[in-house]
């Protein structure tokens, strides 16, 4: 862990509701190395998008409060600076990219200013030279005739190319650690492929590290060297991509996998049934005793109810929350 | 642009014309002889209708209506009854009193209503956010004639600061006009503070928990940047509309207000007319008031298309 860019330990992130105590993010631990990418995948709701806000205390307070844990950032606890020292690392050391392009750019602000505003904040640039820089890297991601483009408005550019301002916004101040939450979800397949293969590009040239939420496996696979897969609020598999795909321990992973849709199938030629998960996520108020995939889970049996299973080593660099690591005659074949 | 300009002064002369036959038909239906207001209970027929002929109030509708929109055309507006000079001279002088204490009046409420929206949005449900809404609810609450008074009561009974009413003329007594505009400016300015002050504070609201507001902070910007550069632009854009709706409205005048301070403006101009059946003068002041309401109204579609760049004039 030398190289360790960033470590969440044991995080743990509630929401205060009228309707009671909501753990969205509990005792979730997991690092990332300097220029590694790690993915974060799970369904809605499960706690991805909390814990990666999180990571620049951005969850919105009140209701949300960060109830305990460590996000050590280099040498620092993210969770114990002071809120200017916490602004310095934003935008700056580590920035962001959300899902949406349609409404994370502001509205009434020409793109220009937008992209350059990071670089006057952090680098003491004037408006004029931060202007020019924010034009090189609009021109990097590929935004075409930037020049005149500088004074546009979010509203005259297509969803594509907001992502596009979105990534030169993020990356002007060359951070270390780039957080993309489903950056792609928002945009249309042959968009999504095109702003993909940027930030893999961008990745490569500037040795940054990348931290990527998504709900599809398909961009992991493209994207990531390791995944880590939540579910309702806990990390319950963590394994090097290849691992994840070839070899998944738990049966939520399982269940994911096969429930990617996929041309052509194993079987020869033939498409494979599309198989859902049966059953819904418990609601994050409630509290569980035992495992909380146990009431979806195919492989059920009664240790999973009493007692919440911890995060077992399966094999080097990878890590399940399931009992079957040490029962696996409990494994059913037929499921 | 140009196209726009058109079409807007278009809907204006169409207004206008709406407006003034509707302000003729109800007058004309008035009852109260003007001519017997002016001559008194013992005058005889003769001179009544003498004087009737002379105001030409013995013609038909269409006559009336013709005589005052031919006067208007040529720019030349009627005479008034009771003053004997052109409306329009008369419209003038008591626009330089209520004009600069309308924008004043804007002025106060735009400069309250700002900051402590401001302050109660980033401070929602603590202490200083409810101490805020109370003292809006309790603006809503006020009469402005009220809160003028005591005023009055405070700042010119007790400490003296200004005199309790009048106004001395602008050529007469520049400094001393501004200061007696103060007061009845400032009445006017913070009742309509309160209901500015709540809009800005549910606008910005609204806005601070938008997506581009979290953008903002994920950069590193400054709260204060976040809140008065990203936020408080589109924020503005609904208070806008009211902020116009309220400085068409004290354009027209303040009534009461200008009864309470004893100031010459429009609305004290308007209210004496009506008594006294000065009819030329009810008239033309109505329709400049519709062609008032409307200017502001234009004005804050140029202001919103400068606020917000996806608003295009068209």
């Not at chain 1, 330990?9 to 190395?33: I, K, N, W």
């Not at chain 1, 489903?182 to 293969?197: F, G, M, N, R, Y």
């Not at chain 2, 009854?81 to 804007?106: D, F, N, W």
Request: with cysteine; net charge positive; proline share 6%.
């Amino acid at each position: 862990m030398s190289a360790s860019l960033l470590a969440i330990e044991d995080l743990s992130v509630s929401f205060h509701t009228p309707e009671g105590v909501a753990r969205a993010v509990d005792g979730v631990s997991f690092g990332l190395d300097r220029g590694d990418s790690v993915g974060i995948v799970g369904e809605s709701g499960c706690g991805k998008s909390v814990t990666s806000l999180s990571i620049l205390r951005l969850i919105p307070s009140p209701p949300g409060v960060i109830e305990s844990g460590r996000i050590r950032f280099e040498d620092r606890n993210l969770l114990e600076l002071d809120p200017e020292d916490m602004r310095k690392i934003r935008g700056r050391d580590i920035s962001m990219i959300f899902q949406e392009p349609m409404t994370s750019l502001n509205p009434v602000l020409p793109i220009g200013r937008q992209v350059a505003e990071p670089l006057m904040i952090h680098k003491g640039l004037t408006t004029a030279q931060a202007l020019a820089e924010a034009a090189q890297w609009l021109d990097r991601v590929k935004i075409p005739a930037v020049r005149k483009r500088l004074g546009d408005y979010p509203h005259q550019l297509s969803g594509g190319m907001r992502q596009r301002v979105m990534i030169a916004m993020a990356m002007v101040c060359g951070p270390t650690l780039l957080i993309a939450d489903e950056p792609t979800t928002a945009l249309d397949v042959t968009i999504q492929a095109q702003i993909l293969s940027l930030m893999v590009g961008l990745k490569e040239e500037s040795g940054m590290a990348l931290l990527l939420i998504t709900h599809n496996l398909g961009v992991v696979a493209q994207m990531a060297s390791r995944v880590v897969v939540m579910y309702a609020g806990q990390v319950v598999e963590e394994a090097a991509v290849a691992d994840l795909f070839e070899r998944p321990f738990h049966p939520y992973t399982h269940g994911l996998l096969r429930s990617m849709p996929r041309l052509g199938g194993r079987g020869g030629g033939r498409t494979e049934r599309l198989r859902e998960i049966p059953g819904i996520v418990p609601a994050i108020t409630e509290t569980l005793p035992g495992c909380r995939f146990a009431e979806r889970c195919p492989h059920v049996f009664d240790l999973c109810r009493q007692n919440p299973p911890g995060l077992f080593a399966i094999r080097e660099g990878q890590r399940a929350r399931c009992f079957l690591k040490d029962y696996p005659e409990r494994r059913r074949n037929d499921a | 642009m140009l196209r726009y300009l058109t079409q807007k002064l278009i809907t204006l002369a169409l207004l206008l014309f709406l407006v003034s036959i509707t302000v003729f038909s109800v007058l004309f239906v008035l009852p109260g002889d003007p001519a017997q207001i002016i001559l008194g209970v013992n005058a005889t027929p003769e001179s009544l209708a003498t004087l009737r002929a002379d105001l030409g109030l013995d013609k038909s509708f269409m006559g009336q209506y013709g005589d005052w929109v031919a006067h208007l055309l040529t720019g030349q507006s009627q005479p008034s009854i009771h003053y004997k000079m052109p409306v329009s001279e008369l419209i003038l002088s008591r626009l330089t009193v209520t004009g600069p204490m309308a924008l004043l009046a804007m002025l106060f409420a735009v400069a309250i209503s700002l900051p402590f929206g401001i302050y109660a949005a980033r401070n929602q449900n603590r202490p200083g956010d409810v101490t805020v809404m109370f003292f809006t609810q309790l603006g809503l609450a006020t009469p402005e004639f009220w809160f003028g008074i005591l005023l009055i009561l405070l700042f010119s009974v007790q400490l003296g600061w200004f005199s309790a009413g009048g106004f001395p003329g602008w050529r007469v007594d520049f400094w001393g006009s501004l200061r007696a505009l103060l007061l009845p400016a400032f009445a006017l300015g913070v009742i309509r503070a309160s209901i500015l002050t709540r809009l800005t504070r549910s606008s910005m609201l609204e806005v601070l928990g938008e997506d581009y507001v979290r953008t903002a902070r994920a950069k590193g910007l400054t709260e204060r940047t976040v809140v008065y550069v990203h936020a408080l632009r589109n924020a503005l854009i609904p208070v806008l509309t009211i902020m116009g709706l309220q400085l068409g409205q004290l354009l027209a005048g303040a009534i009461i207000i200008e009864n309470v301070y004893f100031l010459p403006g429009l609305g004290r101009l308007v209210f004496s007319a009506i008594g006294q059946r000065d009819l030329p003068v009810v008239r033309d002041i109505v329709l400049f008031m519709a062609a008032a309401v409307m200017l502001v109204n234009f004005v804050v579609d140029l202001a919103y298309a400068f606020v917000d760049p996806r608003i295009k004039l068209k």
